[in-house]
């Protein structure tokens, strides 16, 4: 079993930045790969980047490449997105998954334990 808590959402203007933390608990974080989603109001839940177990290999949706960033300290069991040069599109509420899968996956179904989410809203 995993817990995920997501941390660190908030309101930030169009062309901002903004970092969210997502915290697990147990001694078998590094097992996981690990994912962000989002999900906007009246849209399906949406894959927006993942990262290996190690973290030395990163996956990430078309839409976000080039400004989000993913990252993860095993030793803190924390996983991070840093989100750079942020869109009013980019508002949505923010989930981080651990999946058993070997390779990062964008496919929600490969995820096991999924956080409560965290709010992002982009201002325009």
């Known amino acids: 079993q995993v817990q995920l808590v997501e941390s660190g959402g908030g309101l930030v203007q169009a062309g901002g930045s903004l970092s969210v933390s997502c915290a697990a608990s147990?001694?078998?974080?590094?097992?996981?790969?690990m994912g962000w989603f989002r999900q906007a109001p009246g849209k399906e839940r949406e894959f927006v980047a993942a990262i290996t177990r190690s973290g030395s290999s990163t996956l990430y949706a078309d839409s976000v490449k080039g400004r989000f960033t993913i990252s993860r300290d095993n030793a803190k069991n924390t996983v991070y997105l840093q989100m750079n040069s942020l869109k009013p599109e980019d508002t949505a509420v923010y989930y981080c998954a651990a999946g058993s899968t070997v390779v990062p996956r964008t496919q929600l179904g490969y995820y096991n334990y999924w956080g409560q989410g965290t709010q992002v809203t982009g201002s325009s």
């Open positions: 147990g001694r078998t974080f590094s097992s996981y790969v």
